[in-house]
């Protein structure tokens, strides 16, 4: 069975930091390139962050730059999303996903999401 579990969501404070992790199974994720998306209450889902398979290559939207990083370890099959100085608009469920698309129906895994919460 296929599985994208991702963990380590919560709530902070504005300026504070989390990170996300995505335990893969069932495929071979290494095989993958992948990325976060996310989707804040009422809105669409929003591409984050990507990387190559390889983890050699990395990419962000620009709202992130500068304050994400991406990066994973394909012997633990995790990928995992380092998010400092938080802003209140960084709200929102993430997913992990295979690919760089922000569209569910076009992925061919997605996971379950957690939950991030920024504020005051």
Known sequence: ?????ESGGGSVQPGGSLR?????????FSNYDMSWVRQAPGKEFEWVSGIRSG???????????????ISRDNA?????????SLKTEDSAVYY???G??????????WGQ????????
């Open 100 to 109: 760089y698309t922000a569209t569910r129906r076009t992925a061919r895994y």
């Open 20 to 28: 996300l992790s995505c335990a893969a199974s069932g495929f071979t």
């Open 96 to 98: 992990c996903a295979t």
């Open 113 to 120: 999401g957690t939950q991030v919460t920024v504020s005051s």
């Open 1 to 5: 069975e296929v599985q994208l579990v």
């Open 55 to 69: 983890g050699d290559l990395v990419y962000y939207a620009d709202f992130v730059k500068g304050r994400f990083t």
């Open 76 to 84: 633990k099959n995790t990928l995992y999303l380092r998010m400092n």
